[in-house]
């Protein structure tokens, strides 16, 4: 059983393009994050989502936008792709705000 | 804001080998957690540590939370060449440190 899984695995699109990548988990958290690794591989938090309500928007272009539909689920919508988006995304979930988290296997996102 | 300070930023040791690598934050923390990422997975929590002082060991792997609360430690003993990765400390808020990147000769 996947505790969080991600979709897409991969994505490739154009500049301009707007895209969504899903995230679930079925731990039964009540925290959920969406993090950004660059091609350094240096991890940054982006938003934290606590019973659905946003705790934590970092400084990230308002072109991200979470939506959280229920406790298990938050998604990633990304509006007008530009080359710098190219990263991988994680989600994660935590069973509190700020503790131990379970990371999904991420989505590659390239920008051309 | 805080601020992460990871050492070293890469290590190459030959299988067998001890491996050592810290974190040191600017100010005061209450958690220290320690995470590895495989190529091409997401990262994996190794330990959680909520105390000053505290020592906690998972298999090879143990790690320490500093007495000034400002930095922790993370060992791993006889190394194997399963232990290639990236490892990652995080804070509070989810902070992480830029990574040592282990690499195990056999």
């Known amino acids: 059983d996947t505790a969080v899984s991600q979709t897409p695995k991969y994505l490739v699109t154009q500049m301009g393009n707007d895209k969504s990548i899903k995230c679930e988990q079925n731990l039964g958290h009540d925290t959920m994050y969406w993090y950004k690794q660059d091609s350094k591989k240096f991890l940054k938090i982006m938003f934290s989502?606590?019973?659905?309500?946003?705790?934590i928007n970092e400084t990230v272009p308002n072109r991200f936008s979470p939506k959280s539909p229920d406790k298990a689920h938050l998604n990633l919508h990304i509006n007008s792709l530009e080359l710098g988006d190219s990263a991988v995304y994680f989600c994660?979930?935590?069973?509190?705000?700020?503790?131990?988290?379970?990371f999904g296997p991420g989505t590659r996102l390239t920008v051309l | 804001g805080q601020q992460l300070n990871q050492s070293p930023q890469s290590m190459f040791i030959q299988e067998g080998e001890d491996v050592s690598m810290n974190c040191t934050s600017s100010?005061?923390?209450?958690?220290w957690l320690w995470y590895k990422q495989d190529p091409g997975e997401g990262p994996v929590l190794l330990i959680a540590l909520y105390k000053a002082g505290e020592l906690t060991s998972n298999g090879r792997l143990t790690a320490q939370f500093g007495t000034t609360r400002k930095d922790s430690f993370l060992n791993i003993s006889a190394s194997i060449p399963s232990d290639v990765g990236i490892y990652f400390c995080a804070g509070p808020h989810m902070r992480f440190g830029a990574g040592t990147r282990l690499t195990v000769k056999p």
């Open positions: 100010s005061i923390f209450n958690t």
């Open positions: 989502y606590n019973n659905k309500e946003l705790i």
């Open positions: 994660a979930s935590s069973h509190r705000s700020y503790n131990e988290q379970f």
